[in-house]
């Protein structure tokens, strides 16, 4: 029979969220709600180099090509504050980047990553943000 854990860093195999709740699996049937998970499986979370400075450092981009729901529950995952949302991607600092890429973030340059969200009809443009 299969114990339930609580799940570590690399101890189980995640499951994508069911119901914005996170799954762990353990042995081949046994499921248990853990919250979030300390990192993220089947996302595709992009994240470009840290070379925008703003505020006296250098920020990176966090963004997803496929969702919202899976940028925002990475984010929260992660740690990283609803109040670093910029309509579709979030800022993100250098000191973080490691941990985002150690997360599941994808590591890409800028061209891909806006290329990718474009393609994902995610991109909200500087246009569409001052409402023109």
């Not at 690399?10 to 709740?21: D, E, F, L, M």
């Not at 992009?46 to 729901?69: C, E, K, Y």
């Not at 250098?94 to 991109?123: C, F, I, M, Y």
Request: glycine share 6%; aromatic share 6%; net charge positive.
């Amino acid at each position: 029979m299969n114990k339930l854990v609580a799940v570590v860093a690399g101890s189980a195999q995640h499951t994508p969220r069911v119901n914005s709740t996170w799954f762990c699996r353990v042995g081949s049937n046994a499921i248990r709600s853990v919250g979030v998970a300390p990192r993220i499986a089947n996302m595709t979370v992009l994240i470009d180099q840290p070379i925008w400075p703003a505020h006296g450092m250098l920020w990176a981009h966090i963004v997803s090509d496929s969702s919202l729901n899976e940028l925002h529950a990475f984010a929260a995952a992660a740690g990283i504050p609803p109040r670093a949302f910029d309509h579709d991607h979030y800022d993100v600092p250098e000191s973080k980047w490691n941990d985002l890429v150690a997360q599941g973030a994808h590591p890409v340059g800028v061209r891909e990553l806006v290329e990718r969200l474009q393609a994902s009809g995610l991109r909200v443009t500087q246009r569409e943000k001052r409402g023109l």
